[in-house]
T-cell receptor, first 114, second 109 residues
């Protein structure tokens, strides 16, 4: 069966520090991968999605970047965190290609920038 | 790109009553409409979905309807129970999955 792992679960970082959040998927090949952010009491904002290794689409201009160095690995990064980067970050995967299938979410990383 | 609007943002219903959450989408190419339930501090979990060739789908106390012409879809929860309290998200998918802003559902005892 397929599983998605996201870590760490909680992170407190000072303003100006770098960020690296990692997500890996097991049990499937060539998935679509997604990073979402959820601000407190708000909806799920799509940040990045990827249909393959090295293929990243950015949905909103921001202080963050994403990379997909391997088929089932998706990394969210920042060189210098801002206070506004605080939030709940969720990684998700879905079956590759344009299709009518659901997304499966990781358990999320709660990032607090202080 | 796709834009999904969801209403209401907060909904309180008495236990045992029904709850309805409504969504609209903008991209007629979207062909898949999932609904997710999110409990505090956790990732969203799929509860029901509907595809564009279907008008209605039901799973026990949960049902979803889709009107492709009007680009509307709705979630219906009947006989609500305390454990239904959570945040619910609708979404629409063509190539990527775009979510509504969520509805916080409170079930009142």
């Amino acid at each position: 069966s397929q599983t998605i792992h996201q870590w760490p679960a909680t992170l407190v970082q000072p303003v100006g520090s770098p960020l690296s959040l990692e997500c890996t998927v097991e049990g499937t090949s060539n998935p679509n991968l997604y990073w979402y952010r959820q601000a407190a009491g708000r909806g799920l904002q799509l940040l990045f999605y990827s249909v393959g290794i090295g293929q990243i689409s950015s949905e909103v201009p921001q202080n963050l970047s994403a990379s997909r160095p391997q088929d089932r690995q998706f990394i969210l990064s920042s060189k210098k965190l801002l206070l506004s980067d605080s939030g709940f970050y969720l990684c998700a995967w879905s079956v590759g290609g344009i299709g009518n299938t659901e997304a499966f979410f990781g358990q999320g990383t709660r990032l607090t920038v202080v | 790109g796709e834009n999904v609007e969801q209403h209401p943002s907060t909904l309180s219903v008495q236990e045992g009553d029904s709850a309805v959450i409504k969504c609209t989408y903008s991209d007629s190419a979207s062909n898949y409409f999932p609904w997710y339930k999110q409990e505090l501090g956790k990732g969203p979990q799929l509860i029901i979905d509907i595809r564009s060739n279907v008008g209605e789908k039901k799973d026990q106390r949960i049902a979803v309807t889709l009107n492709k012409t009007a680009k509307h879809f709705s979630l219906h929860i009947t006989e609500t129970q305390p454990e239904d309290s959570a945040v619910y998200f609708c979404a629409a998918r063509d190539d990527k999955i775009i979510f509504g802003k969520g509805t916080r559902l409170h079930i009142l005892p």
